[in-house]
């Protein structure tokens, strides 16, 4: 009988963690005409943008160097809030 209730939790939890993650995937799903259209109202390129995405994702810098270099890219935390946004 425990084994049948730990199944049907194991059950429950898979799909409990499915939904969360479609609703996650809903939430923070930002589509290309959105995107291009942030970029344009914070008057930044996508090469630019492209440079921002490297130097979040770059794993050898701190968080205070991280800061220091997204000081030098115009808008580079203009666009950050506006993209917090989307998803919050």
């Known amino acids: ?15 409990t963690d499915a939904e969360l993650a479609n609703q996650i ?5 930002i589509d290309a005409k959105e995107l291009q259209a942030l970029l344009d109202e914070n008057s930044m390129n996508t090469a630019d943008f492209n440079a921002l995405i490297k130097l979040i994702k770059d794993q050898t810098k701190s968080n205070n160097d991280k800061i220091k270099a997204l000081s030098n890219i115009q808008n580079g935390l203009e666009i950050l809030i506006g993209l917090a946004g989307k998803l919050i």
């Open 1 to 15: 009988m425990n084994n049948q209730w730990q199944k049907k939790a194991k059950q429950a939890q898979k799909e």
């Open 25 to 29: 995937n809903q939430l923070t799903h």
